[in-house]
């Protein structure tokens, strides 16, 4: 007896006529917005890379099977949109303090996942010595730091993570070191603590970047899950609007600009005995 052919070579095309209007109107089947964010629309700017960021973060909280333990503390940003569109427990922190914040809901519920989500404005210039210090006590918490090198919210003028050259809306001409001094690698310093477990640095520019940005989110959220300290995660995000780029030339800005000097990788990995090299002085032989 012979076989039926298989389905897909049976079945015939399917064509629907355009000449007329359809019999039924179309609806949406699946917006694919993550389970854990509760409305897909935002009202960032076009090209802004910190949805995609935001989206990585929710997207391994809920891989991780952690949805009911996590608590995330929210920085002062655009990201801050999305404080109350996530299906998980947020507290919001005064501009730079979310580290401290953070700390006391770890120490107070220590079953939790705790992770912040601030921007390099937030972490860098106005809240410093918040993530350093959580840093050097070895607080098991997780802080993740948007970087685009301008305080987007407020206009998109310099950071002190602005790189050398970058245009802001008070450094038309570039950053200079002259004048503006040097941008400050944060993920280095934050690598230097001892306290400090797990330390990354990726990206959202491209499909590649994003896959390896959720893997260091998973392996910081892991990190902290096994009590061995505090884990930091920067991700270099686009901001086309504060670059003076185009938005289809903003991944390729991140490439050249940002990336030149705030060079993603994994920089220090406790779980994998991987530690963190202080580079050497210039002139070195070592």
Not at 7 to 15: G, S
Not at 180 to 186: S, V
Request: hydrophobic fraction near 40%; glycine fraction near 10%.
């Amino acid at each position: 007896m012979t076989p039926p052919e298989p389905e897909h070579r049976t079945r015939l095309p399917v064509f629907v006529d355009t000449d007329a209007p359809p019999d039924a109107p179309a609806r949406l089947l699946h917006d694919f917005t993550p389970a854990l964010i509760d409305v897909g629309a935002h009202h960032l700017c076009p090209g802004c890379g910190e949805p995609i960021a935001m989206r990585s973060m929710v997207e391994q909280v809920d891989e991780l099977g952690e949805v009911s333990r996590a608590i995330a503390v929210f920085g002062i940003g655009c990201y801050t949109a999305y404080s109350n569109n996530l299906d998980i427990e947020v507290l919001q922190a005064l501009h730079g303090r979310a580290p401290s914040l953070a700390t006391g809901v770890k120490r107070c519920r220590p079953d939790t996942l705790v992770f912040t989500v601030q921007g390099d404005g937030d972490m860098v210039n106005e809240g410093l010595q918040e993530v350093l210090h959580t840093a050097a006590r070895g607080e098991n918490v997780t802080c993740f730091m948007l970087n685009n090198g301008v305080f987007g919210e407020t206009g998109g003028h310099m950071t002190a993570a602005t790189v050398l050259g970058q245009r802001t809306k008070n450094t038309l001409e570039g950053r200079d070191a002259a004048r503006h001094g040097h941008p400050i690698r944060l993920a280095e310093l934050v690598a230097a603590l001892d306290g400090a477990a797990y330390v990354a640095r990726g990206a959202v520019n491209n499909a590649v970047n994003i896959t390896r940005t959720n893997r260091m989110i998973k392996d910081a959220f892991r990190t902290q899950r096994e009590g061995l300290g505090f884990s930091f995660v920067e991700i270099l995000t686009m901001c086309p609007t504060g670059w003076f780029v185009d938005t289809v030339d903003a991944p390729g800005y991140l490439d050249s600009a940002l990336a030149a000097t705030h060079r993603p990788g994994v920089l220090k990995d406790a779980r994998k005995g991987l530690e963190f090299r202080t580079p050497a002085p210039k002139g070195s032989t070592t």
